[in-house]
C-alpha cells in the first residue's frame, strides 16, 4: 500500500532554532500533502496545504513565515518550523491523498519539544 | 458550531460488547466521509471509507445519513485491541482539499 515516510520521529530542540520535518510518499506521487498539528488530547488541526511546486496555503491563525512549507518534488515536501518555542512543542503529522477522495495516508509523526 | 463534532468519550465497555458512535457535520456540501482510528501517540490510520448505502468491514459498520449530517461507527464483538480513539473525518471540498477531523472518540475495552 501508499506508504508516508516522515523524518524525524522525534526531536528536542532549543528555544529559538528551527527545526525541519520532511515526508516523502514512498511509491506513490503526493501532488497535496497536508501537514497537521496536535496537542496532548486534542485532534488533528490542519496548519497548511502543501502544492507541489506552488506556495502553501495555509489555514487561518497558521503564520507562514513561522511554519515554512517547501514541496519541491512529487515525492518530498518539509515543513520547517522556525525560532522554535516552547509552544510549538506538538505532534505533527503529514499525510498524502493517493487515491483521490478514498483516503489519506498519513506519516508517523513528529514529536517535537522545545526546551 | 464545529464542522465536525464527536463525543469524546471515553466510552469503557467490556470485551464482547457492542458499541456505536455518532459523528455529525455541519457543511451539507461535504463529499467524503472516513472513520479512523488513532492509537495513543501515533499516526491515524484508515478505518473505513463510509458509503452512502452503508459498508461493512468484518465487525465494523460505517454509516451515513446525509439528510441529518452524521456518519456512525458500529463495533460488534470488540476486541481489547479496539481500545483506541476514534477519527471521524471528512472532506468538505470537491477535491482532496479540505479535510476536517473530528476531536475524536476514545474508546477503552476491558477484559
Same mark, same amino acid.
Given at each position: 500500500?501508499?506508504?508516508?515516510? +516522515?523524518?524525524?520521529?522525534?526531536?528536542?530542540?532549543?528555544?529559538?532554532?528551527?527545526?525541519?520535518?520532511?515526508?516523502?510518499?514512498?511509491?506513490?506521487?503526493?501532488?497535496?500533502?497536508?501537514? &497537521?498539528? +496536535?496537542?496532548?488530547? +486534542?485532534?488533528?488541526?490542519?496548519? *497548511?496545504?502543501?502544492?507541489?511546486?506552488?506556495?502553501?496555503?495555509?489555514?487561518?491563525?497558521?503564520?507562514?513565515?513561522?511554519?515554512?512549507?517547501?514541496?519541491?518534488?512529487?515525492?518530498?515536501?518539509?515543513?520547517?518550523?522556525?525560532?522554535?518555542?516552547?509552544?510549538?512543542?506538538?505532534? &505533527?503529522?503529514?499525510? *498524502?491523498?493517493?487515491?483521490?477522495? &478514498?483516503? &489519506?495516508?498519513?506519516?508517523?509523526?513528529?514529536?517535537?519539544?522545545?526546551? | 458550531?464545529?464542522?465536525?463534532?464527536?463525543?469524546?468519550?471515553?466510552?469503557?465497555?467490556?470485551?464482547?460488547?457492542?458499541? %456505536?458512535?455518532?459523528?455529525?457535520?455541519?457543511?451539507?456540501?461535504?463529499?467524503?466521509?472516513?472513520?479512523?482510528?488513532?492509537?495513543?501517540?501515533?499516526?491515524?490510520?484508515?478505518?473505513?471509507?463510509?458509503?452512502?448505502? /452503508?459498508?461493512?468491514?468484518?465487525?465494523?459498520?460505517?454509516?451515513?445519513?446525509? %439528510?441529518?449530517?452524521?456518519?456512525?461507527?458500529?463495533?460488534?464483538?470488540?476486541?481489547?485491541?479496539?481500545? %483506541?480513539?476514534?477519527?471521524?473525518?471528512?472532506?468538505? /471540498?470537491?477535491? %482532496?482539499?479540505?479535510?476536517?477531523? /473530528?476531536?475524536?472518540?476514545?474508546?477503552?475495552?476491558?477484559?
Amino acid at each position: 500500500g501508499a506508504v508516508v515516510s +516522515q523524518h524525524p520521529s522525534w526531536v528536542i530542540c532549543k528555544s529559538g532554532t528551527s527545526v525541519k520535518i520532511e515526508c516523502r510518499s514512498l511509491d506513490f506521487q503526493a501532488t497535496t500533502m497536508f501537514w &497537521y498539528r +496536535q496537542f496532548p488530547k +486534542q485532534s488533528l488541526m490542519l496548519m *497548511a496545504t502543501s502544492n507541489e511546486g506552488s506556495k502553501a496555503t495555509y489555514e487561518q491563525g497558521v503564520e507562514k513565515d513561522k511554519f515554512l512549507i517547501n514541496h519541491a518534488s512529487l515525492t518530498l515536501s518539509t515543513l520547517t518550523v522556525t525560532s522554535a518555542h516552547p509552544e510549538d512543542s506538538s505532534f &505533527y503529522i503529514c499525510s *498524502a491523498s493517493h487515491r483521490g477522495n &478514498y483516503g &489519506y495516508t498519513f506519516g508517523s509523526g513528529t514529536r517535537l519539544t522545545v526546551v | 458550531r464545529k464542522e465536525v463534532e464527536q463525543d469524546p468519550g471515553p466510552f469503557n465497555v467490556p470485551e464482547g460488547a457492542t458499541v %456505536a458512535f455518532n459523528c455529525t457535520y455541519s457543511n451539507s456540501a461535504s463529499q467524503s466521509f472516513f472513520w479512523y482510528r488513532q492509537d495513543c501517540r501515533k499516526e491515524p490510520k484508515l478505518l473505513m471509507s463510509v458509503y452512502s448505502s /452503508g459498508n461493512e468491514d468484518g465487525r465494523f459498520t460505517a454509516q451515513l445519513n446525509r %439528510a441529518s449530517q452524521y456518519i456512525s461507527l458500529l463495533i460488534r464483538d470488540s476486541k481489547l485491541s479496539d481500545s %483506541a480513539t476514534y477519527l471521524c473525518v471528512v472532506n468538505i /471540498g470537491s477535491s %482532496a482539499s479540505k479535510i476536517i477531523f /473530528g476531536s475524536g472518540t476514545r474508546l477503552s475495552i476491558r477484559p
